[in-house]
């Protein structure tokens, strides 16, 4: 449903307004193909003639294909140290064009939600959907609803949920997961807005069956942004096919803060991009995680 399609939603609709001004307003250099070995995996390609001439080609995502899980592709943003927590995302350095093009964009326009955890979504004021008005118009080229469901990892229930944005809009669904001896409490504060829903993913929670919960849902495709304990997570679990990273060429960001910290990952590199002009330096990768 579109933002201002209820006049009632005032704030709701001034946010949205605000975050398609800033994403109309941003200079978007593009990306240049540095390499790309994509062909033979099978995989999804999503663009427009838009996107292609600034992406310098396809964005890809594995295929369907895990049942009863939703696939999953994880998102970030490091500087070039390896950090990725910073109080503004936007001092890691990763630029306009991965801000909005691929963070905001490619990443999560075919996404039937998109999952974050406590902290990444613990500020009132913010909202996880696209904003471009060229990848609004793909997303509902390929089916999708205006804005993709919201999806949040929380132990504790800590949780914004009386000034929350994003808890606060009936027309946006969203779900939180959480263990099990916190969702009494959780449904308690959420009793008068029926479009959140608490998943019990157990104790300790669950994620594989948090994921089994919304694809029955009908969450086909989500897109995880951070934080880097719920990507982890996530990892360890067996969850994500596709990792989307994006590399500045500065450092910043607290130090020793990586994405992931666990066993080596088995990952596959199919997409190398470079970044031009104001964003030169800048590299955004593309892997395929192996089991």
Same mark, same amino acid.
């Given at each position: 449903m579109d933002c201002a399609s209820r006049a009632n939603?005032?704030?709701? &609709?001034?946010y949205c307004q605000r975050r398609e001004k800033e994403a109309l307003s941003a200079a978007l250099s593009g990306f240049y193909t540095v390499d790309d070995r994509s062909p033979g995996y099978g995989l999804v390609r999503l663009g427009s003639d838009w996107t292609r001439?600034?992406?310098?080609g396809d964005f890809y995502r594995v295929r369907d294909g895990l049942?009863? #899980?939703?696939?999953?592709?994880?998102v970030f943003v490091q500087s070039r140290d390896g950090n990725t927590v910073a109080d503004n995302p936007s001092t890691l350095?990763?630029?306009?064009?991965?801000?909005?093009?691929?963070? &905001?964009?490619? +990443?999560?326009?075919?996404?039937?939600?998109?999952l974050a955890g406590a902290a990444t979504a613990r500020s009132g004021g913010m909202?996880?959907?696209?904003?471009? /008005? &060229? #990848?609004?118009?793909? !997303?509902?080229? =390929? @089916?999708?609803? *205006?804005?993709?469901?919201?999806?949040?990892v929380t132990d504790g229930g800590d949780l914004p949920i009386e000034r929350g944005l994003m808890f606060d809009e009936p027309t946006l669904p969203v779900? =939180?997961?959480?263990? +099990?001896?916190?969702?009494?409490? =959780? *449904?308690? *504060?959420?009793? %008068?807005? /029926?479009?959140? &829903?608490?998943?019990?993913? @157990? %104790? /300790?929670? +669950?994620l594989p069956a948090a994921m089994r919960h919304l694809r029955e849902r009908g969450m086909r495709v989500i897109s995880a942004i951070g934080g880097r304990r719920t990507a982890t997570a996530l990892l360890r679990s067996g969850l994500i096919s596709d990792i989307y990273l994006t590399t500045s060429p500065i450092e910043a960001g607290e130090p020793d803060t990586p994405f992931y910290e666990g /066993?080596?990952? %088995?990952?596959? !590199?199919?997409?190398?991009?470079?970044? %031009?002009?104001?964003?030169?330096?800048?590299?955004?990768?593309?892997?395929?995680?192996k089991p």
């Open positions: 939603v005032t704030r709701f &609709e001034t001439a600034r992406f310098d049942g009863d #899980l939703p696939e999953m592709n994880l350095g990763g630029g306009d064009t991965d801000k909005h093009l691929v963070y &905001e964009g490619l +990443s999560r326009v075919d996404a039937d939600a998109v909202v996880f959907s696209l904003w471009h /008005p &060229e #990848l609004v118009a793909l !997303r509902c080229l =390929l @089916g999708h609803r *205006r804005h993709p469901a919201q999806v949040v779900y =939180l997961i959480t263990k +099990s001896p916190v969702v009494a409490s =959780l *449904r308690a *504060r959420l009793r %008068n807005r /029926p479009w959140v &829903e608490v998943v019990d993913a @157990g %104790n /300790p929670v +669950s /066993p080596p990952l %088995n990952l596959t !590199r199919i997409l190398l991009k470079a970044g %031009n002009g104001p964003d030169a330096g800048v590299k955004f990768e593309h892997f395929l995680v």
